[in-house]
């Protein structure tokens, strides 16, 4: 039985993974035209937002001037004319400044002048794959249009009528949650009970990550059980047959789940709540557990992308741990009472099964995390059915809603504040490294052994020997089971144990930043190195690629942080590590003055704590465990005739051992000429090439003058020009580059033994003996 579900799935699998590709090859990276396509979800509506707003971003057909953006996945449906195979792209439609938009809805069609791409993959160590995450979802493609691009096409729309018909109850439910609920209670409310929760502020969303309480604003399965149970009980108090509030319980449920967009949460626990609501019907009494497999093998024959889902994931774990777990810890709390020790034992069973998923995702275990699941669950329950009384309330009358919104605006003020003061207690941010896979991997095939081994089943009124006979071998399984788990456990501490106490290392990672710089620099016995940050990013900071490494370092404080040169490539990132991360020390090139330097980062980085430095030829630092740092450029005084803000870049060189690593800045001809001039420069190890590897960063005088073994491009693209004349000025060198190549690590020991890998490629390869430039 277990065997051909799992040949199904992978024929399943096949066929649709094909057809993905398939569409994904219809149209080139790239690929320019007119495009007419089918808006497939309720867009979302990106505007700024003030606290106690009331604003939906739409009056009448059109949205407000002050909308900046709305997006959806779509449907393309042809490319100039010519039909296409049926391939998603999400969309982000950009609006004019001011000029009023016409509304976009589930099954409308557009047409736009613009190209399509496919998304970019992770790079990085620890940085959010956007490409692994629209493929889940089945999208192959991005667009980004510009105001002006694109237009609603006039006439009917695509679509089926019970997804517009949903769609549009989703539409209106917004539409009245932020009539009757100020800013951002509504955005709040919101993300409970319609899983948006792009418009909320962004502290806020920290605090529900820093808690492990994020998964109430993704429409959990809780949420949509508890609907459907609270549906089920409601006819049953009107009256209404058993039968009967099934049966419209089930077209309620049906419509709460396309509402929401049918996330694989929503889905599970609507076909879960589904089957369950169809056993009244039928009058077939159906174990939980059944219902769980079933549940996951239709949701896997409709679509086998949602196994790699991490809400999908999260959601079977935390509804098994419950079956199995909830039960028996019962019995063991009874002496809390009915409702606390069923509440005490449904939060614990649920945080134990996932947490190992959210560490390894998030990088976040908060110790802080069961007691605020304890105090935010009840309450977010509470206001869901606030909510749901609001949303019918102003359907009947628009004072109904105003008569609902007060209690339930006291409700999510009373969570949001609970969630903050949980979030804002010492040691609550919980930051820890990312463990490895393969013991991820372990781990969850240990516990999904331990759901079918302690599952719960009804003992009956007179056992048979072969009823006996079975539970002897159950518990010698579980048995097993526990041992398994003891190997595992000293396994994981013998791993731990051998990495604090081998011999030391220096390791060091070459960010992919696109066109920029990046690094960091983990020195035995210190805090961490930054060198330079790549640009800027919006939203979260946690999504900058060098925060998302440093998290999934486990790294929550920095050293030193060196800027090698003022540009926005360079420095601009560093805004979002100030505000992910304390820093001791800032470092600047002493170029004259810090007038090149944005004063918002010189004021971000006072903000975090760092102590400001100027640096110039001649400095040293650390100079202790076998690490030396040192300042070959800029000499004091010097005023480059050319190109002065490249040339006046901090170049550093560091040497653990035999080891060294030389960071040259957007150094060019002239600054290189003087550097290679100045006594005791001679040859390095890895180089960061000049300028990003173009040839700006003279890569022939660079490979000639430095000699290197390993040469690291950092920039958007490779450069097949300047690799070919490192490749000639320096025999052997082996040209690396995080546009081709990903994130470069290196782990190096101070006699010079050491290894190396590429984030695409994921192998470690020893490095190559001999060679040493450290003395």
Not at 403 to 411: A, D, M, N, Q, W
């Amino acid at each position: 039985m277990i065997l051909s579900g799992v040949l199904l799935f992978l024929f399943r699998y096949g066929v649709v993974r094909e057809g993905f590709e398939e569409g994904r090859r219809s149209l080139p990276h790239g690929a320019k035209g007119r495009y007419r396509a089918m808006v497939l979800e309720e867009p979302q509506v990106l505007f700024p937002r003030q606290k106690g707003s009331r604003a939906i971003g739409r009056t009448g057909a059109s949205y407000d001037p002050g909308v900046r953006e709305v997006r959806s996945p779509c449907l393309l449906l042809s490319r100039d004319g010519s039909p296409l195979p049926p391939v998603k792209a999400r969309c982000s439609f950009r609006l004019s400044p001011g000029m009023p938009s016409p509304i976009l809805s589930y099954g409308d069609i557009v047409v736009f002048d613009g190209k399509v791409q496919v998304p970019r993959c992770s790079l990085n160590p620890g940085q959010f794959d956007y490409e692994r995450y629209l493929r889940v979802k089945g999208v192959a493609f991005t667009a980004y249009l510009a105001p002006g691009a694109w237009s609603k096409e006039a006439g009917g729309g695509g679509g089926s009528f019970f997804p517009r018909a949903c769609h549009g109850l989703k539409r209106a439910a917004e539409e009245a949650l932020c009539r009757h609920l100020p800013y951002p209670e509504s955005a709040l409310l919101d993300g409970i009970l319609l899983g948006e929760k792009t418009s909320l502020p962004r502290d806020m969303l920290e605090d529900f990550f820093l808690t492990g309480t994020v998964h109430i604003l993704a429409v959990s399965g809780l949420m949509t059980a508890f609907v459907s149970g609270v549906l089920f009980l409601l006819l049953r108090a009107l009256g209404l047959p058993r039968k009967g509030a099934a049966c419209i319980s089930l077209a309620g449920l049906a419509c709460f789940v396309c509402m929401t967009g049918a996330d694989p949460p929503v889905c599970r626990a609507g076909l879960f709540s589904g089957l369950a609501l169809g056993s009244v019907l039928f009058e077939r009494r159906v174990h939980g557990g059944t219902l769980l497999v079933a549940t996951a093998l239709l949701l896997l024959f409709l679509d086998p992308f949602v196994l790699f889902d991490l809400s999908f994931q999260i959601s079977f774990l935390a509804t098994a741990g419950l079956m199995a777990w909830t039960p028996g810890l019962l019995g063991r709390l009874s002496f809390l009472g009915e409702r606390l020790g069923g509440l005490v034992a449904t939060t614990l069973s649920a945080q134990i099964a996932v947490w190992t998923l959210l560490v390894f995702h998030f990088n976040q275990a908060s110790p802080y995390a069961f007691l605020a699941n304890l105090a935010v669950v009840p309450l977010a329950l509470l206001a869901t059915l606030g909510g749901l009384a609001l949303i019918l309330g102003a359907a009947l009358h628009p004072s109904l809603g105003d008569l609902f919104g007060g209690p339930c605006s006291l409700i999510l003020e009373a969570l949001t504040s609970c969630n903050g003061w949980i979030a804002a207690l010492p040691g609550g941010d919980g930051l820890v490294p990312s463990p490895p896979g393969g013991p991820v991997l372990v781990f969850h095939i240990l516990l999904a052994a331990t759901f079918l081994a302690f599952w719960p089943r009804p003992t009956p009124q007179r056992p048979s020997a072969g009823w006996i006979e079975r539970r002897r071998r159950g518990a010698r399984i579980r048995r097993l089971i526990g041992m398994a788990w003891g190997c595992f456990a000293v396994h994981g501490l013998v791993q731990a144990g051998s990495t604090w106490i081998g011999p030391p290392k220096l390791k060091v990672v070459f960010l992919a930043v696109g066109h920029g710089n990046a690094a960091v620099l983990e020195v035995p016995g210190q805090r961490a190195l930054v060198v330079d940050a790549g640009r800027r990013v919006g939203g979260p900071d946690r999504y900058h690629p060098l925060v998302a490494y440093l998290r999934h370092r486990g790294l929550r404080e920095v050293g030193t942080v060196l800027a090698t040169h003022p540009d926005a490539d360079h420095v601009g990132g560093l805004m979002n590590l100030a505000g992910a991360c304390r820093w001791e020390s800032l470092w600047l090139p002493d170029g004259g003055d810090l007038a090149p330097f944005p004063p918002d980062l010189l004021v971000r980085a006072a903000g975090a704590g760092a102590a400001l430095t100027v640096l110039h030829r001649g400095d040293t630092f650390f100079r202790e465990d076998g690490f030396q740092g040192e300042v070959l450029h800029p000499d004091q005084g010097y005023h480059p005739s050319r190109a002065p803000d490249n040339n006046l870049s901090l170049v550093v060189r560091f040497r653990y051992g035999a080891t060294s690593f030389l960071f040259p800045g957007d150094l060019e001809k002239e600054g290189l000429g003087r550097l290679l001039a100045t006594p005791g420069v001679g040859k390095v190890d890895w180089l960061l090439a000049p300028h990003h590897g173009r040839r700006s960063g003279e890569p022939r005088s660079s490979a000639e003058g430095f000699s290197p073994r390993f040469v690291v491009f950092s920039d958007g693209k490779d450069h097949p020009d300047s690799r070919s004349l490192y490749q000639e000025g320096a025999p052997g060198v082996l040209v690396l580059s995080t546009a081709k190549d990903g994130a470069i690590e290196v782990e190096v020991g101070p006699d010079g033994t050491g290894r190396y890998r590429t984030f695409l490629e994921g192998k470690w390869r020893p490095l190559p003996t001999g060679g040493g430039s450290g003395s």
